[in-house]
């Protein structure tokens, strides 16, 4: 509150606050704002007008009032006509109360906005300051309309005051974030630019700020500022510490400013000049020197303002990922912060040494500090530090210290906060198997993974496990032993029994020699933790003895002795009672043969992106490893055009440190791996303990008779009971069926994307929209597509109804366009989300943006998956988005029309088709037709008045592609000529086979 | 079970804290503080639960009296014994004031030692506990151990709430009939509801251990007795006079079993003031004023208000400290009020209109008139038109309650109910007595 001190203040109001302020209670507090009320209705009701002064005071108390809580409804219009008083008090009262009460659909908006507008284009800097500040306080949509160009001309104008330049700056940074719609780019944006070379220090960082938001979205428009902003920079370095007085913080040279310049640099990549770049360069250096200077203050603020504009320039150098030697004083310098006495220094520095690790130049000498992160890891007392410092390890790790990194995770395991246990126990499985040089080290990791922190390991670690033990022929000998070491521990936990149970009924063979792990001895071990089991890994452990009938029949009795106990047979759970029936059947009845191949060994898993990798992202939010990758990778190609070396996806690239990947690759494909016959993987799957989908996925291939007979009632039992299944109620190819696995476990079924690879597209009536716009696309008994699109240019907007026509409700709806290869590229398709849910009866209406990028052939798809009382239903419709929508029609005259025809005569540029009519040739329809179609139709330009003659610019974001047809009917013959030539041959193929169905 | 009492200025300050449990912690005073007296919105609820712990208070002008407890305990008796509380610390040191409270918290504290343990409420006479817990303190050798004796005798004995050995020279009673009525009326005059409360409060300064019986016209007791009685006309007579009602609870000096058994009340008397029953009526209810409104709006900016009140009891009876509350719009800017008869003010501060009249007699009627000036809001919010309330105080039982008789009965002293000086008076008061506009 502005001088209620002495002279201009307001008695009244300080007298009024100190009242409520007294009051003893709630009630007495209510009393005296009543009572005050009453006194200022009275007092705006009053006949005689009030001074300027008692208006201000009024209208203070009232805000007071309202900022106790206290719903005011009156005084708006007082507070309106304060905005118009010449003395600064009152006018900025009037602002403050319009800027805290005014809602933006009072129908003061008018005259508020006047009043501003008023002060804006008035000439003293003070009102043109506080009318900003009530634009950006407001900051509404209507705000932003209606000053949208009047700020920016402020901001640039060559006789704006420095102050007001500030406020305008950012004023409209603030417009830009409520609606960024609504901001013209105009001229305007290059000399906001030049406003970093201003001789006031406020406006350049008023003005950096509104650059970095705006050069984010569109860079192109604000390239010119990397150099000043170089420029900029390199003054703030090289300045000494007194040369800014106002700007200098605690003996740091304008610290935020800089820190904005930073951010702003790292907006685009290296800048090419090589002049600039090495100013860049210096100033980078500058700041790293700085920082080992001794401190000029003991203060913590000093310290502050110097890291932050430290970190920022590291930030920018890790942006570029150009300059080696820079990179590695980064990394030194983050190394000494490591072991700084203030935690955030820590913590910031292991963040940023994460992203560092991953740059070529710097991995070395990020991995020199490897003891202070592995100590940090086990000293610090944050949580937080000590997670930062588990993503450096996971980041610096590399084939060199791989062993030494993931036994260090594991013994921190043991200790570690219960948060983070999950993600270490991901990075240990992933370090594990990309940076394994032994197989026998990673088995032996992972199980003491599984010992020492078992409840954490996911799903998915040990499937990985097992995929690669799998996969890999000379592992298996040693992992079947170690398992069988495992478990002979008196307590297991449930996974270790999990990987156990799989490995030993796959490979258990290999150690039966053993007279220590007979195949009895193997046998009675398992099933000893059976008992203490949950029921997935009984039913893992019940196919697992299935396969040890075949692997030893020695054994048969014992194990057809367990099958047939009550315990099992009349499990009360179903899964383990039909595994246990259908088990012993199997063993009873089929010959050694036909056991021998349906329980065969599991063909090798093809090499997907790892799962874990997979469970990792989506389990970490922003700012981790991972994502740190992924970003970078991105900025990588993006800046530098170089791939990242450090990316874990094994399946992206070959890197030759994955051994994973080698093998894998190695590994020939399974159809061509010497099998009896393709039916034989039947069983091949049901050790995982998701095999209902397994079943359900093979039983689609070709099934043996026997199979037949003994199991597909069951598999079509599971097969339904399970969605994922049904979804995918595709016809794998047997090759295809094994390569499902990962799909299979990953935990998540994406059903979606898997539904849309299968369903078959309909494009019935996808023809008839050629040359319309609206109608019904699809219709079946259970819903109705309606469409309504409009185009105009390379843009178009389609609006597709769903109507539900039965009168249950529509559950998990959800509807979403899939432009396949090369289309992704030539068409972009934004879709609005759906309602997931349509009533009966009801009607679902969703807006689909569409943006033609260059010319295209194909169609979009539309994807909508729904839940119908319990199944799944799943229809795929081609989009009707065809080339023709974005014609423009053009008018021209004939001799035009000929000059251009003779223009494009390249032999790729015209098509010619003759077709027979499909349709009565009557004229009309014809006409209507073509006009449908786009093009003009040009009257009196065809010698022969039959003949009809269009032309049409079709509009890409690219390019544009101008269009001449001429259809020619031969009424006896009941044919068409049809002749199109535009500029581009692909083009001209495309709309002559879209047009030519139409007739 | 009460685990624990606290008491609580406006602020929130604990002023006495009194824990009898184990099982209540030192965070419960906090959570009440911080749940209830400093909640973003008013609590209304009388009993608040805050993680597994229930809070019962009232509220005494700016003091807050909290009962706590983690067990499921009857509310209604956690509600008698605050009420009781405040009763006892009322007849201690009179208006329960921050200041009070704070003069005399060793006071508190000894009466919380003595009507509370464990928990579990003792005797909460104020009589008898002014018998051994005093603001003067007691000087021990003044008191001979008969006397201590005599007290635990007392307290500790069936009839706990009157020692023996009281004499009087003037045996006096002293009956007061004090009665609420509330009512809600429709703008057309229709009963919306309408219900008495009242209480019999004694007065009694009688010698020995004396037995009294006290009758009313209660209709079950009048009609037994027309019943049993010889002829039909005299039930019908006093069945006129006779009134229904609906509830009613007792002192515990009254003797239920006679009451179950003979509808007859009949107790020993304990000494000095007490509230001998409370009781409620809902039909043939005597309103002692009728309330006419008729509000008119003329445009947006102005409201015209006129109420008339009609008195509706015998001329020859007063009534007394009569109020009107006009409620007026919340825009109101400005308001000009005539009225015939007593003081009228517009009061801001209560956004009312409040009506003054000293004294009325019965069977007459008065009218007010007043303009409301409104302020045009931005507001479509329409004017709720909250009750016309009115206060009011009539020297008659407005649910027609009548004392039949009050027996004395002292076998033991020599002398008889004609000796006692009986005094009884009726005082009819409004609850909340509303109109709807």
């Given at each position: 509150m502005p001088a209620v001190s002495k002279g201009d203040g307001m008695r009244g109001l300080a007298v009024f606050i100190s009242d409520i302020r007294n009051c003893k209670s709630k009630e007495a507090e209510i009393k005296r704002i009543n009572k005050e009320l009453a006194n200022i209705r009275s007092k705006f009701k009053g006949d005689k007008a009030l001074d300027g002064y008692s208006k201000k005071k009024y209208v203070c108390k009232l805000l007071f009032i309202f900022l106790l809580g206290h719903d005011i409804d009156f005084g708006h219009m007082e507070a309106v006509n304060l905005l118009s008083s010449n003395k600064y008090t009152e006018k900025q009262i009037g602002y403050l109360f319009i800027s805290v009460l005014v809602n933006s659909n009072s129908d003061l908006i008018r005259l508020i906005n006047n009043a501003i507008k008023n002060d804006l284009s008035s000439r003293n800097p003070t009102f043109m300051n506080l009318a900003l500040h009530c634009i950006a306080n407001v900051g509404s949509r209507e705000m932003a309309e209606a000053f949208a160009a009047d700020v920016p001309r402020i901001l640039v104008a060559g006789d704006t005051m420095d102050s007001v330049k500030q406020s305008a700056a950012l004023c409209l940074l603030r417009l830009n974030r409520t609606s960024p719609d609504l901001i013209p780019m105009g001229e305007w944006t290059s000399r906001v630019v030049h406003l970093l070379n201003d001789q006031h220090l406020g406006v350049v960082t008023a003005a950096t700020s509104l650059i970095i938001t705006l050069a984010q979205k569109n860079p192109d428009d604000f390239k010119t500022s990397v150099s000043l902003a170089v420029a900029r920079l390199s003054r703030i370095v090289t300045s000494a510490s007194t040369d800014l007085q106002d700007y200098t913080y605690y003996f740091v040279a304008a610290p935020w400013l800089s820190v904005k310049l930073l951010r702003l640099l790292q907006?685009?990549?290296?800048?090419?000049?090589a002049a600039i770049r090495g100013r860049l360069t210096e100033c980078l250096e500058t700041i790293l020197n700085k920082a080992q200077e001794?401190?000029?203050?003991?203060?913590?603020q000093h310290s502050n303002a110097k890291n932050a504009v430290l970190f920022e320039a590291i930030s920018l150098i890790i942006h570029h990922d150009s300059e080696p030697t820079l990179l590695v004083r980064a990394c030194n310098q983050l190394g000494q912060f490591l072991q700084h006495r203030e935690t955030n220094l820590r913590y910031l520095a292991l963040e940023s040494m994460c992203t560092l690790a991953s740059s070529e130049f710097s991995h070395e000498a990020v991995k020199t500090h490897i003891e202070t992160v592995i100590n940090a890891l086990k000293t610090e007392r944050d949580v937080s530090v000590r997670q930062r410092a588990v993503d450096l390890l996971y980041a610096m790790c590399d084939r060199s210290n791989a062993k030494q990194i993931v036994a260090e995770m594991l013994s921190y395991l043991e200790t570690a906060d219960y948060s983070i246990r999950e993600e270490i126990v991901l990075k240990v499985a992933i370090l594990a198997e990309k940076y394994a040089v032994e197989y026998t080290w990673y088995v032996d990791t992972i199980l003491n993974l599984i010992r020492i922190a078992g409840d954490y390991v996911s799903e998915e670690v040990w499937y990985r496990v097992i995929q690669i033990v799998i996969n890999r022929d000379d592992v298996q000998g040693y992992a079947a032993k170690t398992v069988f070491e495992a478990l002979q521990a008196p307590a297991c936990h449930e996974n270790l029994v999990k990987v156990g149970g799989y490995i030993l009924g796959e490979f258990g063979n290999l150690i039966a020699g053993d007279p220590r792990s007979s195949p009895l001895i193997q046998f009675n071990l398992l099933h000893s933790k059976f008992h203490l089991c949950s029921v997935p890994t009984r039913a893992l452990l019940l196919s697992a003895y299935v396969k040890f009938i075949n692997l030893f029949p020695e054994v048969k009795g014992t194990i057809q002795e367990v099958l047939r106990s009550d315990s099992q047979l009349r499990n009360a759970d179903v899964e383990l009672q039909q595994r246990a029936v259908e088990y012993l059947r199997l063993s009873c009845i089929a010959s050694t043969d036909i056991l021998a191949t349906v329980l065969e060994e599991m063909p090798p898993f093809p090499e997907r992106e790892s799962s874990i990798l997979a469970k990792l992202k989506k389990k970490k939010g922003s700012g981790t490893v991972s994502d740190v990758e992924d970003t970078r990778k991105e900025r990588n190609t993006n800046v530098n055009g170089s791939t990242d070396h450090t990316t874990a996806t094994t399946n992206t690239k070959p890197s030759p440190s994955s051994f994973v990947s080698d093998l894998l690759a190695a590994a020939p494909p399974p159809t061509n791996r010497p099998r009896p016959v393709p039916s034989s993987s039947i069983l091949h799957m049901p050790l995982s303990p998701l095999s209902p989908q397994a079943y359900a996925v093979h039983s689609a291939a070709p099934l043996t008779p026997f199979y037949q007979v003994t199991s597909s009632p069951s598999s079509d039992l599971l097969g339904l009971g399970n969605s994922s299944a049904v979804n995918s109620g595709s016809p794998p190819a047997a090759s295809n069926a094994a390569s499902l696995l990962v799909d299979v476990f990953s935990e998540s079924l994406p059903v979606a994307p898997l539904g849309t690879a299968s369903a078959p597209i309909i494009?019935?009536?996808?023809?008839?929209?050629v040359c319309k716009n609206n109608g019904v696309l699809y219709e079946n008994q259970l819903l109705q597509i309606g469409l309504k699109s409009e185009f105009r240019q390379n843009l178009g907007r389609m609006y597709v109804f769903y109507g539900n026509k039965t009168s249950t409700q529509f559950l998990n709806f959800s509807a979403s366009v899939v432009c396949h290869e090369p289309l992704n590229a030539q068409l972009n398709v934004h879709t609005k989300t759906a309602d997931p849910v349509v009533d009966g009866g009801a009607q679902l209406q969703q807006i689909l943006n569409i943006e033609c990028l260059s010319d295209f052939v194909e169609a979009p798809v539309l994807n909508i998956n729904f839940r119908y009382g319990g199944s799944v239903q799943n229809i795929a419709v081609r989009l009707p988005v065809t080339l023709n929508k974005f014609f423009q029609p053009t008018e021209m005259m004939s001799q035009d029309f000929f000059q251009r025809w003779k223009q494009l005569s390249d032999p790729q540029q015209e098509v010619q088709k003759i077709f027979k009519a499909k349709h009565s040739m009557d004229t009309e329809i014809t006409k209507a037709k073509i006009i449908g179609f786009g093009t003009a139709l040009l009257d009196g330009v065809d010698p022969n008045p039959s003949n009809f003659v269009g032309a049409g610019v079709i509009h890409t974001k690219t390019i544009q592609v101008g269009c001449l047809l001429r259809l020619e009917p031969n009424t006896q013959a009941q044919m068409y000529r049809l002749t199109l030539r535009t500029s581009r041959g692909s083009v001209s193929q495309r709309l002559c086979d879209l047009l030519s169905e139409q007739f | 079970m009460i685990g624990g009492l606290f008491i609580y200025n406006h602020k929130g300050e604990v002023l006495i804290s009194r824990v009898y449990r184990d099982d209540i912690g030192r965070n419960a005073v906090d959570a009440f503080r911080v749940n209830v007296i400093h909640a973003r919105q008013q609590v209304r609820s009388p009993v608040t639960n805050i993680a597994r712990t229930s809070f019962f208070h009232v509220k005494r002008s700016n003091i807050w009296l909290a009962a706590v407890t983690k067990q499921n305990v009857n509310a209604a008796m956690v509600f008698e014994f605050l009420y009781k509380m405040c009763d006892v610390m009322t007849a201690y040191f009179g208006k329960i004031s921050e200041e009070n409270i704070k003069n005399n918290f060793v006071l508190i504290y000894e009466l919380l030692d003595e009507i509370l343990d464990f928990g579990y409420p003792q005797n909460s006479e104020t009589g008898a506990l002014k018998t051994f817990i005093t603001q003067q303190g007691i000087k021990s050798q003044l008191q001979t151990k008969e006397e201590q004796s005599q007290i635990t005798s007392q307290v500790t004995g069936q009839i706990g709430w009157r020692r023996e050995g009281i004499k009087y020279r003037r045996n006096e009673l002293f009956l007061d009939v004090l009665e609420s009525v509330n009512l809600l009326m429709s703008p057309q005059g229709q009963v919306l509801s309408a219900h008495v409360s009242g209480r019999v409060v004694m007065k009694s300064y009688l010698s020995g251990m004396p037995e009294c019986k006290f009758g009313m016209n209660d209709k079950i007791v009048i009609d037994k007795q027309g019943k049993g009685g010889t002829t039909d006309e005299a039930g019908k007579s006093s069945g006129k006079q006779s009134i229904a009602i609906d509830d009613c609870t007792f002192h515990q000096c009254v003797r239920l079993s006679k009451f179950d058994s003979e509808r007859s009340i009949s107790f020993i008397p304990p000494d000095g003031e007490y509230e001998l029953m409370r009781y409620r009526t809902t039909k043939d209810i005597i309103l002692p004023f009728r309330v006419i409104p008729l509000v008119r709006e003329v445009g947006r900016t102005k409201l015209e208000v006129k109420v008339v009140i009609k008195s509706n009891f015998k001329p020859s009876l007063l009534a007394q400290k009569i109020e009107v509350r006009i409620p007026t719009p919340l825009n109101t800017s400005g308001v000009q009020v005539i009225c015939m008869k007593g003081k009228a003010k517009y009061k801001a501060s209560e956004n009312a209109i409040v009506w003054k009249i000293k004294r009325m007699a019965g069977m007459k009627e008065s009218q007010i008139s007043a303009e409301i000036e409104l302020l045009p809001t931005n507001d479509k919010k329409k004017w709720a038109r909250p009750p016309i309330s009115m206060n009011f105080e009539v020297p008659f039982a407005p649910s027609g309650l009548k004392v039949r008789y009050l027996k004395v009965f002292?076998?033991?002293?020599?002398?008889?109910?004609?000796?006692v000086i009986k005094w009884v008076r009726y005082i009819g008061r409004s609850g909340i007595y509303e109109t709807r506009c």
């Open positions: 907006c685009y990549p290296p800048p090419e000049d001794p401190p000029k203050s003991k203060k913590v494009e019935e009536n996808f023809s008839r929209f | 002292e076998p033991k002293l020599n002398y008889s109910d004609h000796d």
